[in-house]
């Protein structure tokens, strides 16, 4: 029972580790895109009703939507939303750079978007006069808002500003949904590129119970370490807020030590390269270059089935979408039940 407890315990130390390396790169690539800034322009420039369902041929749409959910939209197309961007009660949100604001409070919104559609004359004559055509998809969203307030702009804002939030709620789950989505692919192919196949590292485990031991002894340690950092972020880095370059490169530096952790485990991952053997000695540095361009990666000794390879990659793809914290705390749940390392609180 312990033997088994502890093969869980080492594979479920290498899907956290794992975990933190596709989350680093996840997370690097959202900053480096800007992904928070982008789905909410895509989000309002949706609401103010300028990305309408794309037409034309099944891949052109496919293509059109699949760019959109990454976050690139056609400026061409939300011309409205480019220029509300442009109130400086927005621009001041933004940072450095091109990039977009990632959050826009909902007074501030409703505040621009008067100011947007009054040509900066915030006035009931100058809402009424810029609503008064009813067959703009903007217009037919805020006509019957402002006549609902009754001439009110208090009453109007307040009105956009609910709906603004029902919208923002729509955005958090587009956000989280191709986050998640991001996540895998990620993971995808880092388990194929770096030939993790869960299957295969089961089997080693159980031929290997030095190895198992080790992983076992560092799964202690990470755990421990872990819920220190966790109870320390908590307490001490709540009100810390740093700028966009610096969240950025504290990323690199974090997915560098996640990259030394998992590759310093001497794991039974990676490719078997071999370099083709020629008895005649290569004369030129070209002919050795030549050479040493044919190298030749297999699968590891042992990994003889492929659709097993290919299951043991997708299974530690879908390990690594679950997020390193969820697998810190089932080591922890289970050091409980072998009745060593950290004691349940």
Do not use: C
């Amino acid at each position: 029972m312990l033997g088994i407890l502890d093969i869980i315990i080492a594979v479920f130390l290498i899907y956290a580790l794992f975990s933190s390396l596709v989350s680093g790169i996840n997370e690097l690539i959202v900053q480096m895109l800007a992904m928070r800034g982008r789905v909410l322009f895509e989000g309002i420039a949706t609401m103010l009703g300028e990305l309408p369902k794309e037409t034309g041929p099944a891949i052109q749409r496919w293509y059109k939507n699949s760019m959109r959910r990454l976050g690139f939209v056609d400026k061409r197309k939300a011309h409205l939303t480019t220029l509300l961007y442009q109130q400086p009660l927005i621009d001041t949100l933004s940072p450095p750079g091109n990039s977009k604001p990632s959050y826009i409070p909902p007074a501030v919104f409703s505040s621009a978007l008067v100011q947007m559609l009054t040509n900066n004359n915030a006035s009931v004559d100058a809402v009424r006069q810029s609503l008064a055509d009813r067959t703009t998809p903007l217009n037919k969203l805020l006509g019957p808002m402002f006549d609902e307030a009754n001439d009110n702009l208090e009453k109007f804002k307040i009105k956009i500003e609910n709906h603004y939030n029902a919208v923002m709620d729509r955005v958090g789950g587009w956000y989280k949904r191709r986050s998640q989505f991001m996540i895998f692919v990620i993971a995808f192919v880092l388990a194929l590129g770096f030939n993790v196949d869960s299957v295969y590292i089961v089997q080693q485990m159980q031929k290997n119970p030095e190895q198992v031991e080790k992983l076992v002894e560092i799964a202690a340690t990470y755990s421990n370490k872990k819920n220190e950092n966790n109870d320390a972020t908590i307490t001490t880095s709540s009100d810390q807020k740093s700028d966009a370059s610096e969240e950025l490169l504290k990323n690199i530096r974090e997915l560098k030590i996640e990259v030394n952790d998992f590759r310093n485990l001497g794991l039974p991952v990676g490719w078997h390269i071999s370099q083709p053997i020629t008895v005649e000695q290569t004369a030129t540095a070209q002919k050795t270059e030549k050479q040493f361009s044919t190298l030749n990666f297999t699968l590891l000794p042992g990994q003889d089935n492929l659709l097993l390879v290919v299951i043991g990659w997708m299974i530690t793809a879908l390990a690594g979408t679950l997020g390193a914290p969820f697998w810190f705390d089932a080591i922890s749940k289970l050091f409980a039940i072998r009745g060593t390392g950290k004691k349940p609180e």
